[in-house]
């Protein structure tokens, strides 16, 4: 272990329970990125500025990052752990007869303990104790006696490496988040190491508080949101979902409900919707209408509207840094970040930013403008500022980043971006009052929320330029690089 010493701590500062200091955090997903259902689901989430969060099948998705969706930054991404697959040594296959009623050949060649032409389960066998007992303690894991197959469960291991790779592929970063596929979460001990954070397919009823606990406030000691216990690492990577607002009845009132009762707890409301049904059977209004009433309730409290992986990628660096210096000394303050060891692990999941709130009284730096080169200043209230930084190049486990008198005002701001139009014939201009990036959609025919994207503007710009000709419903939706969005009717 190695000793690390140090400043003298003179100046109070914090980190944030949430990004920016916000009250809570709200997150939407679904499991499936598909057309016209996902463009629909960007669009709106533009429009209500509450960011949806797809599930990918990493190895039938298209490229999403650099040049598309997830660079706007609407949108977030996870993985849909397909759980019906295993790797074979070789490569990434459906597990032997899994979706089939009767026992094949080619199941009895790969279980010993199988019989071809047997009935057997749909949806089966699933890994741990099925598989373990079907491949007579080959594969899989006995739960009873703790112990892993003779493949030392390789089947899953390298599957979820498969994963992480596939989606790294398509998305540019690793993955912290993942769902299980059709709810089979068997698996879910084996993906600590893998992943953060994990969904399964479980909710409360649509008249119950549901789950949006999210940690420990350090710095007021109690419990943010519900219910007010610790969870373990286990739990996290196999965690119910607040609500499930479609498929439990539509019921926006308890929505409403929820996410009021998540701001005043402090904790992390997260629903899930598949995008796709509600398209297919016609009734993504009622999306819609969800985002409209969680965005009205949330009204003017800060809360961050953070897709699944960035709420569980925050939630890890704040419960790796156990301790905070901050010192001032020649008319600058110093802040150090101390992160626990056993949490490095974690890291190259990590690509959120922490942040960090600092009071200014009583230093030199009191009712001055305050720059910090190593991430963005938030006025958060009189002589309060918060930075946000991404945690890198820590030396001996330790972060720090410096506030120094600015000569102007470089805070950033979480306003809303507004915007106007001109149209001149075919050409329309989009001018917004904040840099923004921009997203044009046209419907594809007269079908309710049938939308297509025409053009995706990734670069930040208070002017953008689209050609209109021969669209029909056309609508911009434009985003900040602080998260925060809106929608302009053409």
Same mark, same amino acid.
């Given at each position: 272990?190695?000793?690390?010493?140090?400043?003298?701590?003179?100046?109070?500062?914090?980190?944030? /329970? *949430?990004?920016?200091?916000?009250?809570?955090?709200?997150?939407?997903?679904?499991?499936?990125?598909?057309?016209?259902? $996902?463009?629909?689901?960007?669009?709106?989430?533009?429009?209500?500025? #509450?960011?949806?969060? *797809?599930?990918?099948?990493?190895?039938?998705?298209?490229?999403?990052?650099?040049?598309?969706?997830?660079?706007?930054?609407?949108? %977030? @991404?996870?993985?849909?752990?397909?759980?019906?697959?295993?790797? /074979?040594?070789?490569?990434?296959?459906?597990?032997?007869?899994?979706?089939?009623?009767?026992?094949?050949?080619?199941?009895?060649?790969?279980?010993?303990?199988?019989?071809?032409?047997?009935?057997?389960?749909?949806?089966?066998?699933?890994?741990? +104790?099925?598989?373990?007992?079907?491949?007579?303690?080959?594969?899989?894991?006995?739960?009873?006696?703790?112990?892993?197959?003779?493949?030392?469960?390789?089947? #899953?291991?390298?599957?979820?490496?498969?994963?992480?790779?596939?989606? *790294?592929?398509?998305?540019?970063?690793?993955?912290?988040?993942?769902?299980?596929?059709?709810?089979?979460?068997?698996?879910?001990?084996?993906?600590?190491?893998?992943?953060?954070?994990?969904?399964?397919?479980? $909710?409360?009823?649509? $008249?119950?508080? %549901?789950?949006?606990?999210?940690?420990?406030?350090?710095?007021?000691? +109690?419990?943010?949101?519900?219910?007010?216990?610790?969870?373990?690492?286990?739990?996290?990577?196999? +965690?119910?979902? &607040?609500?499930?607002?479609?498929?439990?009845?539509?019921?926006?009132?308890?929505?409403?409900?929820?996410?009021?009762?998540?701001?005043?707890?402090?904790?992390?409301?997260?629903? @899930?919707?598949?995008?796709?049904?509600?398209?297919?059977?016609?009734?993504?209004?009622?999306?819609? /209408?969800?985002?409209?009433?969680?965005?009205?309730?949330?009204?003017?409290?800060?809360?961050?509207?953070?897709?699944?992986?960035?709420?569980?990628?925050?939630? *890890?660096?704040?419960?790796?840094?156990?301790?905070?210096?901050?010192?001032?000394?020649?008319?600058?303050?110093?802040?150090?970040?101390?992160?626990?060891?056993?949490?490095?692990?974690?890291?190259?999941?990590?690509?959120?930013? !922490?942040?960090?709130?600092?009071?200014?009284?009583?230093?030199?730096?009191?009712?001055?403008?305050?720059?910090?080169?190593?991430?963005?200043?938030?006025?958060?209230?009189?002589?309060?500022?918060? !930075?946000?930084?991404?945690?890198?190049?820590?030396?001996?486990?330790?972060?720090?980043?410096?506030?120094?008198?600015?000569?102007?005002?470089?805070?950033?701001?979480?306003?809303?971006?507004?915007?106007?139009?001109?149209?001149? %014939?075919?050409?329309?201009?989009?001018?917004?009052?904040?840099?923004?990036?921009?997203?044009?959609?046209?419907?594809?025919?007269?079908?309710?929320?049938?939308?297509?994207? /025409?053009?995706? !503007?990734?670069?930040?710009?208070?002017?953008?330029? @689209?050609?209109?000709?021969?669209? &029909?419903?056309?609508?911009?939706?434009?985003?900040?690089?602080?998260?925060?969005?809106?929608?302009?009717?053409?």
């Amino acid at each position: 272990m190695k000793v690390v010493f140090l400043p003298k701590n003179n100046v109070s500062a914090k980190v944030c /329970n *949430f990004k920016w200091g916000a009250k809570a955090a709200i997150s939407q997903c679904t499991d499936l990125y598909s057309t016209p259902s $996902s463009n629909a689901a960007e669009m709106i989430g533009l429009k209500y500025n #509450i960011k949806p969060t *797809f599930f990918i099948r990493v190895r039938d998705a298209k490229p999403l990052g650099e040049n598309g969706v997830e660079r706007t930054g609407r949108c %977030g @991404f996870g993985v849909y752990f397909q759980t019906s697959q295993w790797h /074979n040594g070789t490569t990434v296959e459906t597990i032997p007869d899994y979706y089939s009623a009767t026992w094949s050949s080619a199941g009895a060649s790969a279980f010993a303990n199988v019989i071809a032409g047997n009935s057997k389960p749909n949806r089966y066998p699933n890994h741990g +104790q099925e598989l373990y007992d079907v491949s007579g303690g080959v594969y899989g894991y006995d739960s009873v006696n703790q112990i892993a197959g003779s493949n030392n469960l390789d089947e #899953i291991k390298l599957l979820a490496e498969d994963s992480s790779n596939e989606f *790294f592929k398509k998305i540019g970063k690793n993955p912290s988040s993942l769902s299980y596929q059709n709810g089979k979460n068997e698996c879910a001990p084996f993906m600590i190491d893998y992943f953060l954070f994990g969904r399964n397919s479980n $909710s409360t009823s649509p $008249s119950a508080d %549901g789950r949006t606990a999210y940690g420990y406030d350090k710095n007021n000691s +109690q419990f943010l949101g519900f219910p007010n216990q610790a969870f373990s690492r286990l739990d996290r990577i196999n +965690q119910a979902a &607040t609500t499930r607002f479609w498929d439990n009845g539509k019921n926006i009132t308890h929505v409403e409900s929820q996410v009021a009762k998540a701001i005043l707890e402090g904790g992390w409301y997260n629903d @899930f919707i598949h995008y796709h049904s509600a398209y297919s059977q016609g009734t993504f209004d009622t999306i819609e /209408n969800m985002y409209n009433a969680i965005n009205t309730q949330i009204g003017s409290d800060l809360v961050w509207r953070c897709s699944y992986g960035e709420a569980a990628e925050y939630f *890890f660096l704040r419960e790796a840094i156990d301790l905070v210096v901050a010192n001032e000394k020649a008319n600058k303050i110093r802040v150090f970040l101390k992160v626990l060891e056993t949490f490095n692990f974690s890291f190259d999941k990590i690509n959120t930013p !922490i942040s960090v709130e600092v009071d200014l009284t009583g230093t030199y730096l009191q009712g001055k403008e305050v720059k910090c080169a190593q991430g963005t200043v938030l006025k958060s209230s009189a002589n309060k500022v918060v !930075i946000t930084t991404r945690l890198k190049n820590l030396t001996n486990g330790v972060y720090s980043f410096v506030l120094e008198e600015s000569a102007e005002d470089v805070s950033i701001n979480l306003n809303v971006p507004t915007a106007t139009k001109s149209v001149n %014939g075919d050409i329309v201009t989009i001018t917004t009052d904040l840099p923004t990036k921009a997203v044009l959609f046209s419907k594809n025919d007269a079908t309710a929320y049938n939308y297509q994207v /025409n053009e995706r !503007i990734n670069e930040f710009s208070t002017e953008h330029i @689209f050609d209109i000709s021969n669209l &029909t419903g056309a609508v911009v939706g434009f985003i900040t690089a602080n998260e925060q969005s809106n929608l302009i009717q053409i």
